[in-house]
């Protein structure tokens, strides 16, 4: 069977209201540009919002890195940028870092996750957005639907899922390059923890079935304040994770969503809030967060997808967001004070730093 890519392009390119959502006007010059350039380039498209960033689903035969797929959604978000502008929305192309399209849109500004696959008689995926948080969101609940029999029991009733998986983990403080690591669990899994553990700096690039040599989920692992040099927002991940067979069940993937962790993210980009699980298209809201992932599961045959399923849109999500809401609440009654904060090495880009330079020089050694 032919192989076909999966591509999500994500990015904030102007919102009402300061940073809830993006307006209907800007989603809709999104996919009518989508709609009309990619005849006969992409097979199928599915676009949709979480928190105020915009994300293209598309399916192809290009590739990944395709320059003709990106050119396309680089140009759809410029469309949906300028009518952000002609609406005074805020931060109107906020995450379009570059001038000049060169190639592909990898390092320009938006998330970028896609996955070529040779497409099974039956193809499950989830399709992950996050906002107001980084790609270390990630770190936890991948580790535990892949290596946890607590949220797997894929790994112990299934021989393939037994087998367990290659994590791809990328060092995203170095900036030369795409400096990665790959271990294998379950024999490396402490390895594997020890990395992750650091969100901001090891982040999970993809992962691969040991049964079946596929892959099975891709991060976006953009940090955009390495490409900008200074604090531009938060990089708001995205990711996808093909189901069932040789892979983690739907369920299995959803489960350490329950936790609701702590993760980088909040007002500014410079606090630590729980990862609320979100309805599609949802906004955002107390101190410009929580921060947020909504989960979109499709099939796919031939490249043509079926029609969206939300997967937090379950009463039982409505349990888990009260819990979150809670969570969010005890870390806010902290304020600025340790923990509640990003550590200094995050915040290095943010007006902190001018503010700490300036009262160092006011430091003295006691005599």
Same mark, same amino acid.
């Given at each position: 069977?032919? %192989?076909?890519?999966?591509?999500?392009?994500?990015?904030?390119?102007?919102?009402?209201?300061?940073?809830? %959502?993006?307006?209907?006007?800007?989603?809709?010059?999104? %996919?009518?540009?989508?709609?009309?350039?990619?005849?006969?380039?992409?097979?199928?498209?599915?676009?949709?919002?979480?928190?105020?960033?915009?994300?293209?689903?598309?399916?192809?035969?290009? $590739?990944?890195?395709?320059?003709?797929?990106? %050119?396309?959604? +680089?140009?759809?978000?410029?469309?949906?940028?300028?009518?952000?502008?002609?609406?005074?929305?805020?931060?109107? $192309?906020?995450?379009?870092?570059?001038?000049?399209?060169?190639?592909?849109?990898?390092? @320009?500004?938006?998330?970028?996750?896609?996955?070529?696959? =040779?497409?099974?008689?039956?193809?499950?995926?989830?399709?992950?957005?996050?906002?107001?948080?980084?790609?270390?969101?990630?770190?936890?609940?991948?580790?535990?639907?892949?290596?946890?029999?607590?949220?797997?029991?894929?790994?112990?009733?299934?021989?393939?899922?037994?087998?367990?998986?290659?994590?791809?983990?990328?060092?995203?403080?170095?900036?030369?390059?795409?400096?990665?690591? =790959?271990?294998?669990?379950?024999?490396?899994?402490?390895?594997?923890?020890?990395?992750?553990?650091?969100?901001?700096?090891?982040?999970?690039?993809?992962? +691969?079935?040991?049964?079946?040599?596929?892959?099975?989920?891709?991060?976006?692992?953009?940090?955009?304040?390495?490409?900008?040099?200074?604090?531009?927002?938060?990089?708001?991940?995205?990711?996808?994770?093909?189901?069932?067979?040789?892979?983690?069940?739907?369920? =299995?993937?959803?489960?350490?969503?329950?936790?609701?962790?702590?993760?980088?993210?909040? @007002?500014? $980009?410079?606090?630590?809030?729980?990862? @609320?699980?979100?309805?599609?298209?949802?906004?955002?809201?107390?101190?410009?967060?929580?921060?947020?992932?909504?989960?979109?599961?499709?099939?796919?045959?031939n490249g043509k997808l079926t029609e969206a399923v939300d997967a937090f849109?379950?009463?039982? +999500?409505?349990?888990?967001?009260?819990?979150?809401?809670?969570?969010?609440?005890?870390?806010?009654?902290?304020?600025?004070?340790?923990?509640?904060?990003?550590?200094?090495?995050?915040?290095?880009? $943010?007006?902190?730093?001018?503010?700490?330079?300036?009262?160092?020089?006011?430091?003295?050694?006691?005599?």
């Open positions: 069977m032919a %192989k076909i890519t999966l591509s999500i392009i994500k990015a904030d390119i102007g919102s009402i209201a300061g940073h809830i %959502k993006p307006s209907k006007k800007l989603i809709e010059a999104v %996919k009518n540009y989508v709609s009309v350039k990619g005849k006969g380039l992409i097979i199928d498209y599915y676009i949709s919002h979480t928190g105020d960033d915009v994300a293209i689903l598309s399916t192809h035969k290009k $590739g990944v890195l395709a320059e003709p797929i990106h %050119k396309l959604c +680089w140009e759809a978000l410029l469309k949906g940028t300028q009518t952000a502008k002609d609406q005074g929305l805020y931060g109107a $192309g906020q995450d379009l870092l570059k001038d000049t399209f060169s190639g592909n849109v990898k390092g @320009m500004g938006p998330a970028v996750a896609e996955m070529e696959i =040779e497409e099974r008689p039956a193809e499950p995926f989830f399709f992950f957005a996050a906002d107001k948080t980084d790609p270390g969101a990630y770190n936890l609940p991948l580790y535990l639907s892949f290596t946890d029999p607590m949220h797997n029991s894929g790994l112990i009733l299934v021989p393939e899922v037994k087998k367990g998986y290659k994590f791809i983990i990328m060092d995203v403080s170095y900036t030369d390059a795409d400096k990665i690591i =790959e271990l294998n669990a379950p024999e490396e899994t402490y390895d594997i923890a020890a990395l992750l553990r650091d969100p901001e700096r090891f982040v999970v690039e993809s992962i +691969w079935s040991r049964a079946s040599g596929e892959q099975v989920a891709v991060v976006s692992t953009t940090r955009l304040h390495n490409i900008a040099g200074k604090y531009v927002g938060k990089d708001d991940p995205v990711m996808l994770v093909r189901l069932q067979k040789n892979f983690p069940a739907a369920g =299995e993937i959803l489960s350490p969503y329950a936790l609701t962790p702590y993760v980088a993210g909040f @007002m500014r $980009g410079s606090h630590n809030g729980p990862l @609320m699980p979100v309805k599609e298209n949802a906004s955002i809201s107390f101190f410009d967060g929580p921060p947020v992932v909504s989960c979109s599961g499709f099939c796919v045959k849109d379950q009463p039982f +999500w409505d349990y888990i967001r009260t819990k979150a809401s809670e969570k969010a609440v005890a870390i806010r009654e902290q304020g600025f004070l340790g923990p509640a904060m990003l550590p200094y090495s995050e915040l290095e880009y $943010g007006g902190i730093v001018e503010t700490l330079k300036a009262l160092e020089k006011r430091f003295i050694l006691k005599k």
